[in-house]
């Protein structure tokens, strides 16, 4: 799975997992500065935060899913978990 999110840090994008459920989140923080020479003509701080989540039809498999995040592109890669295969009960 890929997402664009450009302009943020890498340190400000969360991905989460819980069963088959799949949240992304990212803290956005932007500051932009005029001058005139040493004085402060206008000054903008702008500070946000975006989710999405997804669910998916397989339950994931936490420890070996992985994220990788390069030039404002986040990419998972989503392992799922294996089936459980049923269990033979003896009679006694």
């Known amino acids: 799975m890929r997402a664009e999110i450009p ?3 890498k340190d400000d994008i969360q991905v989460s997992i819980e069963g088959n ?3 992304i989140g990212a803290e956005v923080k932007r500051e932009s500065e005029k001058k005139d020479g040493e004085r402060v003509l206008h000054s903008e701080r702008y500070v946000g935060s975006a989710f999405r989540s ?3 039809p397989a339950e994931l498999d936490e420890s070996a899913s992985a994220a ?18 049923g269990r033979k009960l003896t009679i006694q």
């Open 21 to 23: 459920q799949v949240t």
């Open 7 to 9: 302009g943020v840090a």
């Open 54 to 56: 997804f669910t998916l």
């Open 68 to 85: 990788k995040y390069d030039n404002g592109i986040l990419e998972l890669t989503l392992a799922k978990k294996p089936a459980i295969a």
